[in-house]
């Protein structure tokens, strides 16, 4: 989708690396969400971003979201083969009763053992 | 585990056939949302019901139509099918309309193959 850029669209790393996945929206964000999926199969829920300068950790993985820019990144410290997987941004960009979802094109990640 | 659940995980049928996608929400869940994920649109969303009722429609082609049941589960049915229609297609629920509590969860989805 046009309307929520993620960069790069994949990664190779060699395991121990450290890691940063952005995802910029051309719209107003009313909720950024990451998730994990591993290729043909569901999406698993990471973390969910609601206020500038929110921060989220979990294990190893941490999430930002600067509301300015409207710009969430995504950083994997000391990357392990575990980590492996699509990781796509999803967001709400309308304010209204509807809860739907738009989702970037993801980010292949590769961690080499 | 999410706590949705879709059946089949697999599809395979022919052009100009009907199939019907089901999909269990997690216990509690009143929201469903479907979505279609293939490779040159990426996960596209197609429709939201909330307590048995439509909400929002995204990218839903005519020939889809989906609803929910009183026991919330629901249905997503594809008519006509054409080769395009092949993809993955997902279900995911969420729990109420509040802000901040509105996460969707995602079941394994459904593999469409259209031949």
């Known amino acids: 989708s046009q309307e929520l850029e993620q960069s790069p669209q994949s990664l190779i790393v060699q395991e121990g690396k450290n890691l940063t996945i952005n995802c910029t929206s051309s719209?107003?964000?009313?909720?950024l969400y990451w998730y994990k999926q591993k290729y043909g199969e569901g999406l698993i829920f990471l973390m969910m971003?609601?206020?500038?300068?929110e921060e989220k950790s979990h294990e190893k993985i941490t999430a930002k979201l600067d509301e300015k820019k409207q710009q969430s990144s995504l950083h994997i410290t000391a990357s392990q083969p575990s980590h492996a997987g699509i990781y796509l941004c999803?967001?709400?960009?309308?304010?209204?009763?509807?809860?739907?979802?738009?989702f970037g094109s993801g980010t292949q990640l590769t961690v080499l053992p | 585990d999410s706590g949705v659940t879709q059946t089949p995980k697999h599809l395979i049928t022919a052009t100009g056939q009907r199939v019907t996608l089901r999909c269990s929400p997690r216990s509690g869940d009143l929201s469903v949302y479907w979505y279609q994920q293939s490779l040159d649109q990426g996960l596209q969303f197609l429709i939201q019901?909330?307590?048995?009722?439509?909400?929002a429609k995204g990218n839903i082609l005519e020939r889809f139509s989906a609803q929910q049941f009183p026991d919330l589960h629901s249905e997503l049915n594809l008519s006509s099918l054409e080769l395009g229609d092949s993809a993955l297609y997902f279900c995911?629920?969420?729990?109420?309309?509040?802000?901040?509590?509105?996460?969707?969860?995602f079941g394994p989805g459904t593999r469409l193959t259209v031949l």
């Open positions: 719209k107003t964000l009313y909720g």
């Open positions: 995911a629920s969420s729990g109420s309309f509040s802000v901040g509590t509105d996460t969707q969860y």
């Open positions: 019901y909330y307590n048995g009722e439509e909400r």
């Open positions: 971003l609601q206020k500038g300068g």
């Open positions: 999803g967001a709400r960009i309308s304010s209204g009763s509807a809860r739907q979802l738009t």
